[in-house]
């Protein structure tokens, strides 16, 4: 039997990325925390807005996401059922149910989100925070990267 060797400590400081990089949506920014030696692994980012708003409803086929609030407030509607989460507040959307969310408290906003498995998650943020601003509605980019886009992001007063 062969021993494994224990994975080497990440740590990523407070605000920071990962890799050091800058990545945008316009209204918020991601850094990226931990990320999968392969796609079978758990990916977790930080999400820190300074706008209100968020994605577009949308369901992966094979991730379950989890949201932790950090700062501020957001609203978060997975399947049928609307959840208000506050600092402390965490939220699973099981992977297959449709789920949309958005920032809506009125200063700034963090969140850490997780998927398991990571899948395409990390090639999606790549190229849709090229374009500084939410990802497109466009339904082959959101089923590339192994999700289905199923309608618009909520509207926010």
Same mark, same amino acid.
């Given at each position: 039997?062969?021993e494994?060797?224990?994975?080497?400590?990440?740590?990523?400081?407070?605000?920071?990325?990962?890799?050091?990089?800058?990545?945008?949506?316009?209204?918020?920014?991601?850094? %990226?925390? !931990?990320?999968?030696a @392969?796609?079978?692994?758990?990916?977790?980012l930080e999400?820190?807005?300074?706008?209100?708003? #968020? =994605?577009?409803?949308h369901?992966?086929?094979?991730?379950?996401?989890?949201?932790?609030?950090?700062?501020?407030?957001?609203?978060?509607?997975?399947?049928?059922?609307? %959840?208000? !989460?506050?600092p402390? @507040?965490?939220?699973?959307?099981?992977?297959?149910?449709?789920?949309?969310?958005a920032?809506? #408290? =009125?200063t700034?906003?963090?969140?850490?989100?997780?998927?398991?498995?990571?899948?395409?998650?990390?090639?999606?943020?790549?190229?849709?925070?090229?374009?500084n601003?939410?990802p497109p509605?466009?339904?082959?980019?959101?089923?590339?990267?192994?999700?289905?886009?199923?309608g618009?992001?909520?509207?926010?007063?």
């Amino acid at each position: 039997m062969h021993e494994r060797s224990p994975a080497p400590a990440t740590y990523v400081a407070a605000g920071a990325d990962r890799f050091g990089e800058q990545r945008s949506l316009g209204i918020s920014t991601i850094d %990226f925390k !931990l990320l999968p030696a @392969d796609p079978t692994g758990i990916l977790i980012l930080e999400n820190t807005f300074h706008a209100k708003g #968020g =994605p577009a409803r949308h369901l992966h086929l094979a991730q379950d996401e989890w949201f932790y609030a950090v700062e501020g407030n957001f609203l978060i509607e997975v399947g049928a059922e609307q %959840f208000h !989460l506050h600092p402390g @507040d965490s939220l699973l959307a099981p992977r297959q149910i449709p789920h949309v969310w958005a920032f809506v #408290g =009125p200063t700034c906003g963090r969140m850490l989100i997780t998927f398991l498995p990571a899948g395409q998650i990390e090639a999606f943020f790549r190229t849709v925070t090229q374009a500084n601003a939410m990802p497109p509605q466009d339904p082959a980019l959101w089923r590339a990267h192994g999700m289905e886009l199923v309608g618009p992001p909520l509207a926010i007063a």
